[in-house]
């Protein structure tokens, strides 16, 4: 099955907004880490090691597919329907790397990722990387990014080896990406190793839920922390219709609000808005991976219609019949072009 149709057969481009890469430079540094057993995370040898040692045809057509940001990619896109993806560094990215070697691996992606843009601008866009290791150096990889290569945004592969950027340590960076008025994209990975063993002994630390448990607490956890109090700006768009949050947000806001008035913990400051309203000011989602219409309904209906935006999750979930099923959904021509192409120009700022 295809979804062939133009954009001149419709009245909106189909934007894919978290799509992932990899530079095969970055895959190789994984290779010798993996044989030389030199990263101390569980997940990423457990995801990492599935993805470059399995002899199963699918993980290896997903890391093939990452390498690619040229015909391959384009073609793929075409074969779905997809008019223009918001490519971004996979997970886990630099975030298990030290600061040396996380930062040559940020600048070499920013680099290949600009450079695929400029000869596909109608095709892609791309989210900076930085080495979060070093915040400084960090925010001077992010100015570039953007300044410098056009990217639209700055890709948070969750965790960073175990610490959460509601750290002090990392404020220069939320500031950097307040003021540059671009939007922070979380996106999951494997639990640190202070989380992933109950998960890993059930084989359950991937996409099937300890994605999605580990990068909505990091999401909570920036609400909670006051961040978006701070940064009235801050703009953060999350996949996989939000980890399950929007379902939580009644009780979550009932149990916020005793615990602050209990005054029960020093990270949970009082906060300007109930944790639900910042999905309503602060906070935008995505669809990847969640091609499933009663959940997308849901979380349109709790957090509003202009929070919710299409993405597919390239390669990882590259199913053509999701595009299809997407384009029918229950909505209005407007909302379907917002849906797919409005929200999407707004918050990334895309200007192709």
């Known amino acids: 099955m295809t979804s062939s149709s133009t954009p001149a057969e419709r009245p909106y481009l189909r934007i894919a907004t978290e799509e992932a890469?990899?530079?095969?430079?970055?895959?190789?540094?994984?290779?010798?880490?993996?044989?030389?057993d030199t990263i101390d995370d569980i997940g990423f040898t457990s995801l990492v090691g599935y993805f470059l040692n399995s002899p199963h045809p699918q993980p290896q057509a997903v890391?093939?597919?990452?390498?690619d940001a040229g015909a391959?990619?384009?073609?793929d896109m075409d074969a779905a329907g997809i008019d223009h993806q918001i490519i971004a560094l996979t997970a886990p990215g630099t975030q298990v790397l030290d600061a040396a070697e996380g930062q040559r691996i940020a600048?070499?992606?920013?680099?290949?990722?600009?450079?695929?843009?400029?000869?596909?601008?109608?095709?892609?866009?791309?989210?900076?990387?930085?080495?979060?290791?070093d915040p400084d150096a960090a925010v001077a990889e992010l100015q570039r990014a953007v300044g410098e290569l056009g990217m639209k945004g700055l890709i948070l592969n969750s965790h960073i080896r175990g610490q959460y950027i509601d750290h002090p340590k990392f404020e220069p960076i939320i500031e950097a990406v307040a003021d540059l008025d671009v939007p922070i994209y979380l996106h999951p990975t494997t639990p640190p190793n202070r989380m992933i063993e109950p998960f890993r002994e059930a084989g359950l630390d991937g996409a099937v839920f300890?994605?999605?448990?580990e990068t909505g607490l990091h999401l909570?956890?920036?609400?909670?922390?006051?961040?978006?109090?701070?940064?009235?700006?801050?703009?953060?768009?999350?996949g996989h219709l939000a980890e399950a949050l929007p379902f939580w947000l009644s009780r979550i806001d009932y149990m916020h609000a005793k615990q602050v008035a209990a005054k029960r913990y020093e990270a949970t400051p009082p906060l300007?808005?109930?944790?639900?309203e910042y999905f309503k000011s602060h906070i935008w989602i995505t669809t990847s991976g969640m091609a499933w219409e009663p959940a997308i309904r849901f979380t349109r209906e709790v957090t509003g219609p202009d929070r919710v935006m299409y993405a597919m999750d390239y390669p990882y979930q590259y199913e053509v019949s999701e595009?299809?099923?997407?384009?029918?959904?229950?909505?209005?021509?407007a909302e379907k072009k917002a849906f797919f192409e409005d929200i999407a120009r707004e918050v990334f700022r895309l200007d192709f």
């Open 21 to 36: 890469y990899a530079p095969p430079e970055m895959i190789s540094l994984w290779r010798e880490h993996l044989a030389n």
């Open 63 to 67: 890391v093939e597919r990452l390498q």
């Open 72 to 75: 391959r990619r384009v073609a």
């Open 107 to 133: 600048a070499l992606a920013n680099d290949k990722m600009a450079q695929a843009v400029a000869e596909h601008p109608t095709r892609f866009s791309a989210l900076a990387a930085v080495s979060y290791e």
């Open 210 to 213: 300890g994605f999605g448990v």
């Open 220 to 238: 909570l956890r920036m609400i909670t922390s006051g961040m978006f109090d701070r940064h009235p700006n801050l703009r953060v768009v999350v």
């Open 272 to 276: 300007q808005q109930k944790p639900s």
């Open 323 to 333: 595009v299809e099923a997407m384009d029918g959904l229950e909505m209005s021509e």
